[in-house]
């Protein structure tokens, strides 16, 4: 069974950061929180999926997003980062500041869940129609 994708989640909120561990530790993904964005670069190693919130204290998702990257350019394998807000506005605007997407309806947890779920199975196809992948033997 191929091991289960990791998934990073930086926010400011103790209380949000427990409640999507936990809704998506039921999905059987692996789940690591912070609320702490000085040193949460290091958490990107075998990351595949990276949450982050926008209003973070002191600074934005955008500055945060751009400190990420740059921590992890020279990484062989580079985690989606992913926008987690309510505010339309700034789910509009993420296209712009450099995140591969944004997940609406902070707050809901069955949303994310499922938001997640379909972002993780692109990342998976788009993978392999790059050919990063090998195919599966004895498939079409």
């Not at 700034?90 to 972002?119: E, H, M, P, R, Y």
Request: aromatic residues 4%.
């Amino acid at each position: 069974m191929a091991e289960q994708p990791l998934i990073v989640v930086i926010d400011d909120s103790e209380i949000i950061l427990e409640r999507i561990k936990t809704r998506l530790e039921a999905e059987q993904y692996r789940v690591v929180t912070t609320a702490q964005i000085v040193g949460a670069a290091r958490l990107l190693r075998g990351a595949n999926l990276v949450i982050l919130d926008w209003h973070m204290p002191g600074m934005t998702g955008g500055d945060v997003l751009a400190s990420l990257r740059a921590a992890c350019e020279k990484s062989q394998k580079r985690p989606l980062f992913y926008l987690y807000t309510s505010d339309p506005t700034v789910a509009a605007a993420a296209k712009n500041t450099g995140f591969d997407g944004s997940f609406i309806n902070k707050g809901d947890d069955d949303s994310l869940a499922q938001q997640v779920g379909a972002a993780i199975r692109i990342a998976k196809l788009k993978a392999r129609g790059s050919g990063t992948r090998p195919p599966r033997s004895g498939r079409p």
